[in-house]
C-alpha cells in the first residue's frame, strides 16, 4: 500500500469515526425543542424560529403553532410585535428588536415591485402595488407572507399606520390628521376628519383596537368589534367602525392652550399604553406620563419608566430596552418636535426629559440632509421623524413628467434657474429630500 493510499484510508475512517460520534439533533426530544421555539418566540425572533422549523420535518412538527386549516399566507400568523424598521432601501430592510436589542438586515427581493408606504410599531409593512391601481398589500418581513387589499393606495402623505388582525384591517394616519382604514374586501380607504383643534394626532395599535389622541389630550377608540343590531350581529368591517372618545381633555381648550397645544403623544410601550405630555417652558404642571386603563378608563400617573427610553413625537412612539442599547439613557423620554425651516420640516429639535428626577437634561437638535445618524440616539429620532415623502407621489410625477421638486419639468426647471440666478432662494427651496424609512 502506498503512502497516499494509506492517507486516504486513514482519512476515511477518522471521517467514519466522527460521523459515528456525531449527534443526530433531528432526534433530539420534542420538549427540548418545543423550549427553544418557546424561548425565541418570547422575545419575538421570528426570523430565528422560522429557521429553527426549516431544520427537519422532526422539529416541524414539535413546533407546529399552524393551525390544521389556517390561511399561512395570512401576516398575522408569527405577527412580529417588538421589531422596528428603521430603514428600507430597494429590497433591504434593517429592523431592530426594541426589547433585545438584536439588529436585522435582511434582503426581501418580493419588495421588487411594490413601493414603500409605512410600517407599524411592531413590524408589519404596508406596501403598494408599482402598477396601477397601486392597490395596498402587507407584508410580514419575517415569514414573507403578503396579503392583497382590494383597495388603492391614497395619494396622501402619511404620518403613521397601524393594523388590526383579527380581522385584518389597516389604518392611515395621513399629514393632515385625517385617519382613513380599509379592510380587505373594502374597494376604497374610509375616511374620518374632524375639525381643529380636536384632529387626530398620534395613533397607536394596542390589544386589537386603534387609539387616536388630539391637541387637547382626549383619547379616541376606533372601535374595532363587531355590531349588535337588534337581534343581527354584523361581522366587524371598515364599515361599522366607530370613534368613540373613551377619555376627555385634560389639557388647556382656551386659545392660548390650543395655541400651545400638540404637547400629548400616545404611545406603547411594553404591555401599557401611555399617555405623555411635554412641559411647557420647563413647567411641570401636570404628570409627564399617565398609563391608560382602558378596561377601568382610568388614568394612572406614572412616575418612573424604569429601564425604558420613550422617543415620542406626533408621528411615531418607540419604548426601547435601554439596558440592550449603548449610549441609550433609561428612565428617559425623548420629545422629537419637527423645526420649521425654509422648505421643509426635516431637521427636528429633541429634548430628553427624566421621568423620575422630573427635570428636563437637555435639548439638541438633529439635523437631516446630507447627514446620516451617528448615534442609536440619531437612529431612533429619525425613526420617529414624519415622513413627507411619498413614493407614490414620485412614481406619479415621473409618469407625468415632472420633477420631485414642486411639479416642475427638468427643462423648465433648469431655464428657470438661468433665468433667475440671481436669487438662491429658488435652488435652496427645491432641493429635495431623500425618503429614510
Request: proline share 5%; hydrophobic share 35%.
Amino acid at each position: 500500500m502506498t503512502c497516499t493510499q494509506h492517507t486516504q484510508k486513514r482519512g476515511r475512517l477518522t471521517h467514519a469515526a466522527a460521523e459515528a460520534t456525531m449527534p443526530d439533533w433531528t432526534s433530539l426530544p420534542y420538549d427540548n425543542v418545543c423550549n427553544i421555539g418557546e424561548c425565541l418566540l418570547s422575545n419575538n425572533d421570528i426570523d430565528n424560529y422560522m429557521a429553527l422549523r426549516a431544520v427537519c420535518h422532526d422539529w416541524r412538527s414539535a413546533t407546529k403553532d399552524y393551525p390544521e386549516k389556517g390561511d399561512y399566507t395570512d401576516p398575522h400568523y408569527f405577527k412580529p410585535s417588538k421589531w422596528a424598521l428603521l430603514d428600507l432601501c430597494d429590497d433591504l430592510i434593517t429592523l431592530v428588536n426594541i426589547d433585545t436589542g438584536r439588529f436585522l438586515h435582511k434582503s426581501m427581493p418580493l419588495l421588487r415591485g411594490f413601493f414603500f408606504v409605512g410600517a407599524t410599531c411592531g413590524g408589519l409593512i404596508l406596501l403598494g402595488e408599482s402598477t396601477k391601481p397601486h392597490q395596498a398589500c402587507v407584508l410580514n418581513p419575517f415569514t414573507g407572507s403578503i396579503v392583497h387589499l382590494k383597495a388603492s393606495i391614497p395619494d396622501v402623505g402619511v404620518r403613521a399606520v397601524a393594523m388590526t388582525t383579527k380581522p385584518l384591517m389597516v389604518f392611515v394616519s395621513t399629514k393632515n390628521c385625517d385617519i382613513l382604514w380599509a379592510d380587505q374586501n373594502n374597494k376604497y380607504f374610509e375616511q374620518f376628519w374632524t375639525n381643529y383643534p380636536y384632529k387626530p394626532t398620534c395613533m397607536v395599535s394596542f390589544a386589537e383596537n386603534v387609539y387616536v389622541t388630539d391637541l387637547c389630550g382626549s383619547i379616541h377608540s376606533l372601535t374595532v368589534a363587531d355590531v349588535v343590531v337588534g337581534e343581527q350581529r354584523h361581522k366587524c368591517s371598515a364599515l361599522t367602525i366607530s370613534m368613540e372618545t373613551i377619555f376627555p381633555s385634560i389639557g388647556d381648550t382656551s386659545h392660548q392652550g390650543l395655541t400651545e397645544g400638540g404637547r400629548y403623544y400616545l404611545m406603547k410601550s411594553g404591555e401599557d399604553l401611555l399617555l405623555v405630555a411635554k412641559p411647557l417652558y420647563f413647567t411641570l404642571d401636570q404628570p409627564v406620563v399617565r398609563r391608560v386603563d382602558i378596561e377601568k378608563k382610568v388614568l394612572e400617573p406614572v412616575s418612573t419608566i424604569g429601564k425604558r427610553a420613550l422617543f415620542v413625537s406626533h408621528a411615531k412612539g418607540l419604548s426601547v430596552n435601554a439596558d440592550k442599547f449603548q449610549g441609550i439613557l433609561g428612565g428617559c423620554i425623548h420629545f422629537i418636535e419637527p423645526m420649521l425651516t425654509r422648505g421643509n420640516f426635516e431637521p427636528s429639535k429633541v429634548t430628553i426629559f427624566h421621568v423620575a428626577d422630573r427635570r428636563i437634561m437637555v435639548e439638541w437638535d438633529a439635523l437631516e440632509g446630507c447627514f446620516r445618524p451617528f448615534t442609536l440616539a440619531q437612529v431612533f429620532t429619525d425613526y420617529c421623524r414624519p415622513i413627507h415623502y411619498s413614493e407614490l407621489y414620485h412614481m406619479m410625477a415621473n409618469e407625468w413628467g415632472y420633477s420631485d421638486d414642486g411639479f416642475e419639468s427638468d427643462e423648465d426647471s433648469s431655464s428657470q434657474l438661468d433665468d433667475e440666478s440671481s436669487s438662491s432662494e429658488l435652488g435652496d427651496e427645491s432641493s429635495s429630500n431623500e425618503p429614510n424609512d
